[in-house]
C-alpha cells in the first residue's frame, strides 16, 4: 500500500507540475507571437494548449488507476492509465494536422516579418520544455507508467515545434521577405517527428489495453522463479499481462500427481510468494495445478506424438 501511494504521489507532482509549466508557456507564446508578428510562434502556442488538456487527462487517469479493486473492477483501475495514453496519443496527431494545415495556410499568406525577440522567447522555451521532458521521462520510467510517458513526449513535442518556428524565424530574419515562409516549412517537417511519436504512444496504449504480453526477459524471469521452488517439476504456461504499473500473471504449473492436495496447494503458495516478493510489480499470480505425468504421455491420456527419428 505504501508503494502505491508513493507511486501516485510522485505521479501527481510530475503531471501537475508540467500541467503549470505548459499553461504558463501557452499565454507567454501566443502573446509574443502575436506581438512579434509570428504566426509559427502562435500556432506553437496552441499546440501547448494541448499540452494542457493532456497533462489534465492524464492527472486524472494516475488518481483513478491508482484506487483499489471493488466489486465492478476486480482487477483494479490500473488501465486507465492507458486510456489516458491513447487519448494524449490522438492529441499529438490531431495537433500534428493542425500544425500541417495552419503551416500550409500561413505559407501562401503575404505577412509582416517576424520580430527578432520571438527568437529569445523560443530558445527559453526549448531549454525548459527540453529539460522538463528528460526529467518527466525519469519519471515515466521508474514508474512504468505509460500515461506519464506519453506526456513526457508531449514536451519533447512541444520542444520540437519550438525549435522548428526558431529555426523558421532565423531563416525568415537572415533571408529577407522572400523567406518570410520559412518558419511554415520548418513547422511542417516538426508535425512529422510529433505525429510519429503520436503514433508510437498511441500503439504502446493500445497493445496495454489489449492485453500485449510485456518483454520477453519478464517472462523469464517470472518462469525461473517459479520453476525454483522445490516440487515444481515444470512450468507449462506463463502468461503475464500489464495494468498501469502493474502486472497479473496467470501460470499452470506442474507437481507430482501423487502428492496431496494440501501438499500442492502450499507448493502453489510459495511459488505465488516467491514471485511477488522478488518482483513487486506483479500485483496477483493465479496458478493452476497440473499432475506431472510420465513423459510421452498427454494430459488427455494419449501418448504424446514421438519426435521423428526417435524409437
Not at 510562434?41 to 494541448?50: K, M, P, Q, R
Not at 505577412?111 to 522567447?121: D, E, G, K, Q, S
Not at 504456461?237 to 500473471?249: A, D, E, N, P
Amino acid at each position: 500500500m505504501t508503494q502505491d501511494r508513493n507511486r501516485l504521489n510522485r505521479s501527481l507532482r510530475t503531471t501537475l507540475l508540467g500541467l503549470g509549466v505548459n499553461a504558463a508557456l501557452s499565454a507567454i507564446k501566443i502573446a509574443a507571437g502575436i506581438l512579434g508578428h509570428s504566426a509559427a510562434l502562435v500556432a506553437d502556442g496552441v499546440e501547448s494548449l494541448a499540452d494542457v488538456v493532456s497533462s489534465i487527462i492524464v492527472w486524472r487517469a494516475v488518481v483513478v488507476a491508482a484506487e483499489p479493486p471493488d466489486h465492478d473492477h476486480p482487477y483494479g483501475h490500473g488501465k486507465a492509465e492507458a486510456v489516458a495514453a491513447l487519448v494524449v496519443g490522438i492529441l499529438l496527431l490531431g495537433a500534428a494536422g493542425w500544425i500541417v494545415f495552419h503551416a500550409m495556410g500561413g505559407a501562401a499568406v503575404q505577412r509582416a516579418m517576424p520580430h527578432p525577440f520571438t527568437l529569445v522567447v523560443l530558445l527559453g522555451v526549448i531549454v525548459l520544455k527540453e529539460g522538463l521532458y528528460r526529467y518527466v521521462m525519469r519519471e515515466a520510467l521508474a514508474l512504468e507508467s505509460v500515461a506519464v510517458h506519453s506526456d513526457a513526449w508531449h514536451h519533447r513535442s512541444d520542444a520540437i515545434t519550438s525549435l522548428a518556428a526558431g529555426v523558421g524565424i532565423t531563416v525568415a530574419l537572415l533571408g529577407g521577405p522572400d523567406y518570410r515562409s520559412a518558419d511554415n516549412v520548418a513547422a511542417m517537417l516538426a508535425s512529422g517527428v510529433i505525429a510519429w511519436n503520436g503514433w508510437v504512444i498511441f500503439a504502446k496504449a493500445f497493445d496495454e489495453l489489449m492485453d500485449a504480453s510485456p518483454d520477453q526477459d519478464v517472462i523469464d524471469r517470472i518462469r525461473a522463479l517459479a520453476g525454483g521452488i522445490a516440487g515444481v517439476v515444470l512450468v507449462e504456461k506463463c502468461i503475464v499481462r500489464k495494468t498501469g504499473g502493474s502486472l497479473l500473471v496467470d501460470m499452470h504449473v506442474h507437481v507430482d500427481g501423487g502428492m496431496s492436495v494440501n501438499e500442492a496447494h502450499r507448493i502453489a503458495h510459495e511459488v505465488k510468494d516467491a514471485v511477488r516478493s522478488s518482483m513487486p510489480q506483479v500485483l496477483d499470480v493465479l496458478i493452476h495445478l497440473e499432475p506431472a505425468l510420465p513423459a510421452g504421455v498427454s494430459h488427455r491420456g494419449a501418448s504424446a506424438p514421438v519426435p521423428p527419428g526417435n524409437p
